[in-house]
């Protein structure tokens, strides 16, 4: 028979990421109805706290989805599409296709720029799409979790704009990790997840819907994601679904936390992280397979060296360190390891901890690597 969990398990994969300790007492507190007036109190708050911490623009509605990060993805979709609308969507990995046939079925007719995967999209590329075949939609992938790249949002935004598109940004893997302007940078509606940079559970997914995003809503055929219906229940106190409390109370617990760390900081933390796992690995004579400045510093993606088995690996860091990392998607099964690095998962001790594992499991698999070499180099970049 099954049972629970009796290990920790070091989440260091594409996400979950580990949940921080108060997020996890957060989970214990009384479970109280959908529309208690402690509940609607924290919505409030968490509302607040959303539209700020995505720096929204005033007039905003920033809400929680209940659901992982695809019922964000599908939030922004049902609300921003209808058939016939014309949707442009960045393809630059597994998460941009996902979008492409989510937006394909609530009916949009969809055009593409797709990228080689470990690459960032070239905005040039876009504008010349959009030039020849307008959009009233822009879908991008901003931390594409398959390949590890950052894909230049702003800028990629502002040519959308420039051709009077909307856009539906994907910061799954980016919110609370990357810096990310909601208002700034002129994005229409924006969503994300609760695992990953954020370090609570899986089963919210923050969203928010700009003015503009607002402005040019559908009707939306689904009528669980329906913005109006959910704005209802967020703002008008009118019953829509029987919201969890309990991930409620873990959200708002995680948004504290953001606050209280600070955004630059925690970005800075991230970047900080990213780069001494960097030099381990380096030092190891292990790469990542983006480009410098494609770089995320929230999931690295690491190039298995020619020879290893990458399955194998993984599964040493699991049954001997009790740590887990992610294996590649589609095209890039077998080629890379997906490490995550994000939000209480992004630590120093863990950089250390799983440098020391993975040479123990490239020694396993008969790899040369330098004794001790990724955590000294580690050690000293920690120092600068
Ligand atoms: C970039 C990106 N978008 C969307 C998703 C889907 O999120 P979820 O698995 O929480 O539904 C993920 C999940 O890893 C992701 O990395």
Request: contains cysteine; charged residues 20%; glycine residues 8%.
């Amino acid at each position: 028979m099954a049972s629970l969990p009796q290990t920790e398990r070091i989440l260091l994969g594409p996400g979950p990421s580990l949940a921080s300790p108060r997020v996890m007492r957060a989970l214990a507190a009384p479970v109280v109805s959908h529309l208690d007036p402690q509940m609607v109190a924290l919505l409030d708050d968490v509302r607040e706290r959303l539209v700020r911490l995505f720096r929204a623009p005033e007039g905003s509605f920033a809400l929680a989805v209940s659901g992982t990060g695809t019922s964000g993805m599908e939030t922004a979709v049902a609300n921003l599409v209808q058939p016939g609308t014309r949707a442009h969507v960045v393809v630059t990995g597994y998460f941009g296709e996902r979008l492409a046939q989510m937006l394909d079925r609530y009916g949009a007719t969809v055009t593409r720029t797709d990228v080689e995967w470990g690459r960032a999209c070239d905005p040039a590329a876009v504008r010349a799409a959009l030039k020849t075949q307008p959009a009233d939609v822009v879908a991008m992938v901003h931390a594409e979790t398959s390949t590890g790249v950052l894909n230049p949002v702003e800028a990629l935004a502002a040519v959308a704009r420039e051709q009077g598109a909307v856009t539906i940004v994907d910061a799954v893997t980016s919110f609370g990790g990357h810096p990310l302007e909601v208002g700034p940078w002129g994005l229409g509606a924006v969503y994300s997840c609760s695992q990953k940079c954020l370090s609570a559970p899986s089963g919210l997914a923050p969203v928010v819907f700009t003015p503009e995003a607002r402005a040019r809503a559908v009707k939306s055929r689904s009528f669980y994601f329906d913005l109006a219906l959910l704005e209802d229940y967020w703002v008008r106190r009118k019953y829509h679904h029987t919201m969890s409390s309990t991930l409620v109370y873990a959200l708002h617990e995680a948004l504290a936390a953001v606050d209280e760390e600070g955004l630059q900081a925690r970005w800075a933390r991230h970047e900080r992280h990213h780069r001494i796992l960097l030099a381990g690995l380096e030092a190891m004579g292990l790469s990542v397979l983006p480009p410098a400045g494609e770089r995320l510093w929230t999931l690295n993606a690491v190039t298995v060296p020619a020879g290893v088995d990458e399955a194998a690996v993984r599964k040493l860091l699991l049954t001997e360190f009790q740590m887990e990392i992610g294996s590649g998607l589609g095209p890039l099964a077998g080629r890379i390891w997906r490490v995550g690095l994000m939000g209480a998962s992004s630590a120093p001790h863990l950089i250390l901890l799983f440098l020391g594992a993975l040479e123990r499991a490239l020694r396993a698999q008969g790899v040369k690597v330098p004794p001790g070499a990724g955590t000294a180099a580690a050690v000293a970049a920690m120092a600068n």
